[in-house]
Each structure stands twice: as structure tokens, then as C-alpha cells.
């Protein structure tokens, strides 16, 4: 198995993952990248990198459509069955147009025929490389606020639906059948348990980090 690289295929920092079973074409690749400071990493064919393929990685892919054995179409497949989310850029020698569709369907972010040009696999990978830290970053957002509702007692959850319905305390407290005080104690640990200030501050924490 060729890896040559500049990162461990486990670590959670951004590469470009190339997968081809052409040499020259790794080499080349990797040539490119590592003039633009890009990390990454190489396997010569879809089945070594599903085996080193963890959750935890980051970047992209970049993913040659026919190579010896799983195909990369194939992989792409397993590849989102197993909640990929880094975009996969599709290279090709044959310029097959209705491949092309298909993947981009599929939810490639890219399909560049071989050999590509500098400037369009460049600003490719970049795109697909930002692409997948606005992900992450959203993913971690959802994290953090899903962390953050955990610690509220069932109680506090109800509190906290009814806060971002626009009920005010009375309305909670009949609502309920509880004290104004008893609300107004549950909004303050809601508060301090979600870190804001505010219901508005509390609404827009939430929508910005689980969108509808």
C-alpha cells in the first residue's frame, strides 16, 4: 500500500485524501499540493482507504472514478452509507458526461477530468476544503447546544419550549400549574445553563445551531 504523507489517516486535522491506483497521478497530485502547503494523503485504490476511513477525518477526498477493483462511484457510495460528510471531488481520464451527472447527484462536490489543470483542481479542493470546516464547525455548534440542553432537567425543557413559544411567566405558571416564582427560577437556570442572557438571545442561539 502507498501511503505517503504528511498526517496519520486518523487525525482530525483538514487533508486531501487522494485515492487513484495511478502512481504518477498520486505523485503528481501530491507534487501540487505540497507546493500550496496542502496537507494529504494517498492510497492506491478504494478499498485501503475505506479500511483507514474514520468519522474523525477531515478535508476532502479526491476519488478517481476507475480504478482496479471498487470502482470510485462504489466508494463514494459506502463512503456517505457510513455518514461521510467531507466532499469527495471525482477525477476521470474518460470524460464520461452521464458519470459525471450521476455522481454530482450523488453529492460529489467536483468532477474534474484527467489530467486536470492546476488552477481548477486548486481552487476545487480550497472550495471543498472550506466547504467541509463550515460543516465541521457546524456539526460542533450542534454538539455544543445539544451538550448544553442534556443538562436540563424535563422540567426546564418544558420551561424553555414555552419560553420560545413567547409565553410570558403567567402564562407558563398556568400553563403548567406551577408557582410565578417556580417559573421564574427555572428561566434563570435555563439561562445559565444555556449560557444567554435573553429569550431572544436564547432563540437565536438555538436557531443558528440546529437548523430547521
Known amino acids: 500500500m502507498n501511503h505517503h504523507a504528511t498526517i496519520s489517516p486518523a487525525a482530525a ?24 502547503g496542502i496537507a494529504h494523503q494517498s492510497w492506491t485504490d478504494a478499498e485501503h482507504f475505506l479500511l483507514d476511513y474514520r468519522d474523525s477525518m477531515r478535508g476532502c477526498v479526491l476519488l478517481d472514478v476507475r480504478m482496479n477493483g471498487m470502482t470510485g462511484q462504489e466508494c463514494h457510495d459506502l463512503l456517505l452509507q457510513r455518514g461521510c ?8 481520464g474518460h470524460g464520461d458526461v452521464p458519470m459525471a451527472v450521476e455522481a454530482l447527484r450523488a453529492g ?14 486548486l481552487a476545487a479542493v480550497r ?5 467541509d470546516a463550515a460543516q ?4 460542533d455548534g450542534q454538539r455544543a447546544m445539544q451538550s448544553r440542553i442534556d443538562q ?15 409565553r410570558l411567566n403567567k402564562q407558563i405558571a398556568d400553563e403548567l400549574d406551577i408557582s410565578m416564582r417556580t417559573v421564574e427560577v427555572h428561566r434563570a437556570n435555563i439561562f445559565d445553563k444555556m449560557g444567554v442572557r435573553s429569550a431572544v438571545e436564547l432563540a437565536g442561539m438555538l436557531a443558528r445551531a440546529l437548523p430547521a
Open 13 to 36: 486535522a483538514p487533508i486531501v485524501h487522494i485515492v487513484d491506483d495511478d502512481e504518477a497521478i498520486r505523485d503528481a497530485l501530491g507534487f501540487l499540493l505540497d507546493v500550496q
Open 85 to 92: 460528510t467531507m466532499p469527495v471531488i471525482f477525477l476521470t
Open 108 to 121: 460529489a462536490s467536483h468532477f474534474i477530468e484527467k489530467p486536470p489543470q492546476e488552477a481548477q483542481l
Open 127 to 131: 472550495e471543498a476544503l472550506q466547504r
Open 136 to 139: 465541521q464547525r457546524l456539526i
Open 152 to 166: 436540563l432537567s424535563p422540567r426546564e425543557r418544558e420551561v424553555m419550549q414555552l419560553i420560545l413559544d413567547g
